[in-house]
């Protein structure tokens, strides 16, 4: 089963747009990634978040984790066209087997 | 860089024939990962492997196979092809202790027919 939640499952939005997207476990998270995808390749490595409160930014890509690290979002500022793809949420669920939310797919129009 | 390569980008195969996917990997990692991702479903974990010989089962590993007889090489095998097997299948590959480092290869679209 799903132990990872991600909404929206996708989203459009305006170039210059910002836009949230969110993952949720039901249980305490001890390592939370953040991957992006571009269509029909392979995952890459966006971010990583350990600690309660945490919270990481790379580029216009900022991601935080919750204080009871059960919540993780990602947010990006005044969208571009090179934002499109599909970003996923992984999570260690133990001996680091890796589990993923189902990914929202994300279109930016210019 | 690190590289994670597959054998084949698109692939397509009938009902009841063997396939083999390929997944090399050049920097000595010791896990490797194979993943078949749908719409809807996400990324689904099919097997894994800690070190030459050994597998382990993932989530769904039903109709699969696997092989890693070299480190750096890690094949997913359909011994019968079926259409619900119809998917994009991912190979990862990892350092122990290191999820973060998880490196994917491009994929191979399978269409079985």
């Known amino acids: 089963s799903q132990e990872l939640e991600q909404s929206p499952q996708s989203l459009i939005v305006q170039e210059g747009k910002n836009l949230t997207i969110n993952c949720t476990s039901s249980?305490?998270?001890?390592?939370l990634y953040w991957y992006k995808q571009k269509y029909g390749e392979g995952l890459i490595f966006l971010m990583m978040l350990q600690k309660g409160g945490e919270e990481k930014s790379h580029e216009k890509i900022t991601a935080k984790l919750d204080e009871k690290k059960q919540q993780s979002s990602l947010h990006i500022t005044a969208s571009q066209p090179s934002h499109a793809g599909i970003y996923l949420c992984?999570?260690?669920?133990?001996?680091?087997?890796?589990?993923f939310g189902r990914g929202t797919s994300l279109i930016v129009h210019p | 860089d690190v590289k994670v390569t597959q054998s084949s980008r698109y692939l397509v195969k009938r009902t009841g024939e063997k396939v083999f996917l390929e997944c090399v990997q050049d920097?000595?990692?010791?896990?490797m990962f194979w993943y078949r991702q749908d719409p809807g479903l996400g990324l689904r974990l099919i097997y894994f492997s800690y070190d030459v010989k050994m597998k382990e089962k993932g989530d769904i590993p039903e109709g699969y196979s696997v092989s890693r007889e070299k480190k750096e090489r890690f094949s997913l095998i359909l011994e019968s092809a079926s259409t619900n097997q119809t998917s994009m299948y991912l190979c990862?590959?990892?350092?122990?202790?290191?999820?973060?480092?998880?490196?994917f290869g491009p994929g191979t679209r399978l269409l079985v027919l």
């Open positions: 990862a590959s990892t350092t122990t202790g290191a999820l973060e480092t998880q490196y």
């Open positions: 920097m000595d990692h010791e896990n």
């Open positions: 249980k305490t998270l001890y390592g």
């Open positions: 992984g999570a260690d669920r133990g001996s680091y087997i890796p589990t």
